[in-house]
């Protein structure tokens, strides 16, 4: 199905302004004091140190501070209630992987080149900082981490079925998603019950997380339905067929495979890291370690900052989020809560650059630093989640259910097709 660029456009827009009121008049007002920059995130997005400078004084505005609000849940639709009421808008707001949902409301937002980004986008990574523009040009978006991914294994299940546990040597076993199954295989053999991912829908995200082109073109032609997508749903459909998935649906059961030594290696972003064997199974230290990916690399996650259009002081904002953003600053970021950099910049500082005692003592960095470079990158489209969600759950029909991965494929994609039109996309 071909879109039109300016239908692609306008019907995004205008979707997205109808559900949230976002077009007609209104007062229009900023959250907080004269002297005060707003900001709305997240629990576990920004360095609580650096945050604490900005909220004595913003650096070079010393008339300005920080205030910000950390919101627990439904973060995305208070951000996008505030911008329909037009009133007691935050200066500045965190945005997750999914900015290109918010590009539809471009408008609501500074163009971040008018106060001096442009300037600055040597020190990004290319594929990220393009992450941040509309298609219309407009830079809304300034970036914040990234998620690159790479392979973790168990180093204790290689060993007992005799394979060499150095990373180079497990990169260069299982290079590519066939390698890969054959690894799991052997472990499986090994050490019955092992697997190779959480559950089906792990193995399809991550496959497409290294892909050069995802759902849509930039000029609004659907592509969900070509080969590059139906190859990784096969790939996911494979692995489960192979016995290798710990078939782990929810939060508590992908915690529990990990606890219980049934996910012996995962294709996983640089933040599985904290989310997955440290806190689920902190008496496996020293038992993991990380190397390139089968497939490729890839990325999964990281966030952005923009400057809403209500913001009372947009000079003072953009140099507060370039200075939270900055090489150093990023390196800080990684420490706690543990982000990863979007300026290849910091992946040499000594902050980064340390061993990992729970990888035995290796030098994770290095790794998803090649992984971050390396990513090909790939467009977004405002339509990417409501065109995952029908694939993802026939995925799951799939594992879960039994059901035929040819009818799957084929109910996804008529279910695609009937929420594309429904949002105004075709």
């Not at 945050?51 to 008339?63: C, F, L, S």
Request: aromatic letters at 10%.
């Amino acid at each position: 199905m071909t879109l039109s660029r300016r239908h692609f456009l306008a019907a995004g827009g205008s979707a997205a302004a109808a559900a949230a009121g976002l077009t007609g008049c209104g007062s229009r007002s900023s959250l907080g004091g004269s002297n005060e920059l707003s900001m709305w995130t997240w629990v576990g997005s920004v360095n609580d140190g650096l945050i604490g400078q900005a909220e004595k004084a913003v650096p070079g505005y010393d008339g300005m501070k920080l205030a910000m609000t950390r919101i627990g849940s439904n973060y995305k639709t208070k951000v996008l209630t505030a911008l329909a009421g037009k009133s007691l808008v935050p200066d500045i707001v965190a945005i997750n992987d999914d900015v290109a949902t918010y590009f539809p409301n471009a408008d609501q937002f500074h163009d971040l080149n008018d106060l001096g980004a442009k300037d600055l986008e040597k020190d990004f990574l290319p594929w990220k900082w393009k992450l941040g523009i509309t298609q219309t040009g407009k830079m809304m978006a300034y970036p914040m981490d990234t998620g690159p991914t790479a392979l973790f294994y168990r180093t204790d299940i290689l060993q007992k079925a005799g394979i060499d546990i150095d990373p180079a040597a497990v990169a260069e076993l299982a290079p590519d998603w066939d390698t890969y199954i054959a690894l799991g295989k052997k472990l499986k053999q090994a050490v019955p019950g092992s697997a190779i991912t959480d559950n089906i829908t792990g193995i399809y995200g991550y496959r497409m997380a290294q892909q050069s082109k995802r759902y849509m073109t930039a000029d609004g032609q659907y592509i969900g339905d070509q080969d590059h997508v139906r190859q990784a749903f096969d790939l996911a459909v494979r692995v489960v067929k192979e016995g290798l998935s710990a078939n782990a649906q929810n939060s508590t059961d992908k915690n529990a495979v990990v606890t219980n030594g049934k996910l012996v290696a995962y294709n996983a972003a640089v933040w599985w890291a904290q989310l997955g064997p440290k806190n689920a199974a902190p008496k496996t230290k020293g038992l993991w370690r990380v190397t390139a990916a089968p497939g490729g690399a890839g990325n999964k996650g990281g966030s952005f900052l923009a400057i809403t259009k209500y913001c009372k002081n947009p000079k003072a904002a953009f140099a507060f989020i370039s200075w939270l953003e900055s090489a150093k600053n990023q390196a800080q970021a990684f420490l706690d809560p543990v982000l990863f950099p979007s300026t290849p910049a910091t992946y040499t500082d000594k902050t980064l650059t340390a061993p990992d005692p729970f990888f035995g003592g290796q030098q994770i960095v290095d790794v998803f630093a090649e992984s971050a470079k390396k990513y090909p990158g790939a467009f977004f489209s405002p339509y990417d989640s409501i065109i995952d969600t029908p694939i993802s759950s026939e995925l799951v029909n799939v594992e879960a259910a039994g059901k035929d991965p040819d009818q799957a494929w084929a109910d996804a994609q008529r279910q695609v097709q009937r929420e594309l039109t429904r949002a105004g996309a075709i």
